[in-house]
């Protein structure tokens, strides 16, 4: 099985205009997105789970005909549905387990600028040291345990910088989907997730999860 891995994605989300123009108040979220089956963007799923119809989609994201995409978005509400400014996709593949990644797995470090738990997913804003190489970014599953009502899962992240020049600090937007590790009997699923700083350490931070749909 081929591994896949995600191009670190680097589009502004929003850029100057004219002098004169100015942006109505916006929310700059972690959404989720819905195509229909023309691959138009439909409706859109806040992480407090409210879900609501597009009216108008300014983000030039391309999406295939019946799919979800995560992003990071900046919209506003009009009474006919959402109107979505700019946006960029997040990265968020399933985790993999280690054998998955038939080139071996790399561990190159980062920086967690922000971490929270969203609806279904673990959301993550990452500072990295790059000049104008590629970075590969994917979620390795390291093991998964059973303990009573709970079930710890132990993630850890890939990255590869591919050598690249640590010049300057680039952001990341990444999102750990979490509904294959959901109980179904009402239990926690207790998330931990690590990965290697620039200073040679290893950080892990632990949420907790319960499904919410």
Not at 65 to 77: I, Q
Not at 186 to 198: A, D, E
């Amino acid at each position: 099985m081929k591994k896949c891995l995600f191009l670190l994605m680097l589009a502004a989300l929003a850029a100057c205009g004219e002098d004169e123009y100015h942006y109505p108040p916006v929310k700059l979220e972690y959404l989720t997105g819905y195509s229909d089956g023309n691959a138009a963007l439909q409706s859109i799923r806040t992480d407090q789970g409210e879900v609501l119809p597009v009216w108008r989609d300014g983000t030039g994201l391309s999406f295939t005909p019946d799919s979800l995409m995560r992003m990071v978005t900046n919209y506003e509400m009009a009474e006919e549905g959402a109107i979505l400014y700019a946006a960029v996709a997040a990265i968020a593949p399933v985790p993999l387990t280690e054998d998955k990644f038939t080139d071996g797995i790399k561990t190159d470090p980062a920086e967690i600028l922000s971490i929270w738990m969203g609806q279904d997913y673990l959301n993550i804003v990452l500072n990295i040291k790059r000049q104008d190489g590629t970075h590969l970014f994917h979620f390795i599953e390291d093991k998964v345990e059973e303990d009573g009502n709970r079930t710890d899962v132990h993630l850890r992240l890939y990255h590869d910088a591919g050598g690249d020049v640590p010049a300057y600090t680039s952001r990341a937007y990444l999102s750990v989907p979490l509904q294959p590790y959901a109980r179904k009997d009402g239990g926690i699923t207790r998330v931990y997730f690590s990965l290697n700083t620039y200073e040679g350490a290893t950080e892990t931070y632990k949420f907790d999860y319960t499904p919410q749909s």
